[in-house]
Nanobody, 118 residues
C-alpha cells in the first residue's frame, strides 16, 4: 500500500516562503506523475503543479507560475514544492498525489495546511 506523507505547511506572512515535502513509502520511479493540489475553504480542489515520472516535465497552474517550484529527490523518494512570494490567496490545504497509470489509480496524502497572512 502506497503512503504519501506531507510536511512543511504552516503560517507565514505575505511575501514569505515555505517548502512542502511529500515522502512516498516506496520508489517514486513507479509513479507516472507526482504533484500537488490545493483546496481552499468552500472551493474545489485545484491542481498546483506536477512533475512527470522521470522528472523531465513540470506543469504549473497559472496562479503560481514564477513563484512555486516543484522538484524531486529520487534517493529520498520525496517530492518538494518550494513556494515563494506567498499571497493570502494561496491559503489552503495542500495535498500531495501520485499517479500510477497502469493501476489507473491516484494516491493522496493527508494534506497540510498553508496559511498566508496579509
Amino acid at each position: 500500500q502506497v503512503q504519501l506523507v506531507e510536511s512543511g505547511g504552516g503560517l507565514v506572512q505575505a511575501g514569505g516562503s515555505l517548502r512542502l515535502s511529500c515522502a512516498a513509502s516506496g520508489s517514486i520511479f513507479s509513479f507516472n506523475a507526482m504533484g500537488w493540489y490545493y483546496q481552499a475553504p468552500g472551493k474545489q480542489r485545484e491542481l498546483v503543479a506536477f512533475i512527470t515520472g522521470a522528472g523531465e516535465s513540470t506543469i504549473y497552474a497559472d496562479s503560481v507560475k514564477g513563484r512555486f517550484t516543484i522538484s524531486r529527490d529520487n534517493a529520498k523518494n520525496t517530492v518538494y514544492l518550494q513556494m515563494n512570494s506567498l499571497k493570502p490567496e494561496d491559503t489552503a490545504v495542500y495535498y500531495c498525489y501520485a499517479r500510477r497509470n497502469w493501476e489507473n489509480r491516484t494516491y493522496w496524502g493527508q494534506g497540510t495546511q498553508v496559511t498566508v497572512s496579509s
